[in-house]
């Protein structure tokens, strides 16, 4: 159900910290995206009884090669003021609320320096920020991720069957032709943008989404 994703990690302490919280909390599949550093004894070290997940673990060049996830959660520890559709974030807690247990669901944290880019964060479903003091906001990533890891695995699973990306895909292009017949909508991309996050954060069904589509189909036909 759930992949970890660890985007150009610099420590190899870091990788082996990681994976060690991830078996804590039953996860075994990572990905590490064009890693800065080697595998050394260090992440053996840190690891613990975990190595395993690091001897498993797929290497990609590229955060766009990650492979097809029904959902994508970045996370960030930067929060900026007044509304912002790329980093609008939620809790942890508010997550694991609405998962349901039968998507692909890809978790995404960044470099131990800056985190995820602006660019990186828009291909993310959503956003997840953990609320600290702030004054030192900024967690290392295993703590986040412990967090993280804890309130999904603790959340009891709604029932239903959750949207795939290609039940969500064919949603949001419905939308999108609508947005481009309307010449009153100056900023068509990021009302586009605010129209997926809701739909995301929504976790909706794809029955739901079914029936939004076909909706949202005759209004297109209509403009």
């Known amino acids: 159900m759930y992949t970890v994703v660890f ?16 078996k804590n909390f039953g996860l ?5 995206v064009n890693p800065q550093c080697k595998i050394d004894r260090e992440a053996k070290t840190r690891a613990k009884h975990a190595f395993d997940v690091i001897e498993k673990a797929r290497t990609v060049k590229e955060f766009g090669k990650i492979g097809d996830f029904d959902l994508v959660i970045g996370t960030t520890g930067k929060i900026v003021k007044g509304y912002d559709e790329v980093r609008h974030s939620i809790t942890p807690r508010e997550l694991a609320k609405q998962m349901r247990g039968n998507n692909r669901v890809a978790l995404v944290f960044g470099r131990e320096g800056i985190g995820l880019k602006n660019d990186e964060l828009a291909k993310c479903d959503i956003v997840v920020h953990i609320p600290t003091d702030h004054r030192y906001p900024v967690m290392n990533i295993s703590h986040a991720a412990a967090i993280v890891f804890y309130e999904l695995f ?51 069904e794809g029955k739901e989404a079914h029936t939004l589509a076909g909706a949202l189909n005759e209004i297109k036909k209509k403009v």
């Open 28 to 32: 075994r599949d990572l990905i590490l």
């Open 154 to 204: 603790s959340a009891d699973k709604r029932l239903g069957s959750g949207a795939s990306s290609r039940e969500k895909k064919i949603l949001f292009d419905h939308f999108e032709k609508i947005l481009n017949g309307l010449e009153g909508i100056r900023d068509k991309k990021k009302v586009a943008k605010v129209f997926r996050n809701v739909m995301n954060r929504a976790m909706i």
């Open 7 to 22: 985007i150009e990690p610099e420590s190899s302490g870091n990788i082996g910290a990681l994976a060690r919280v991830m």
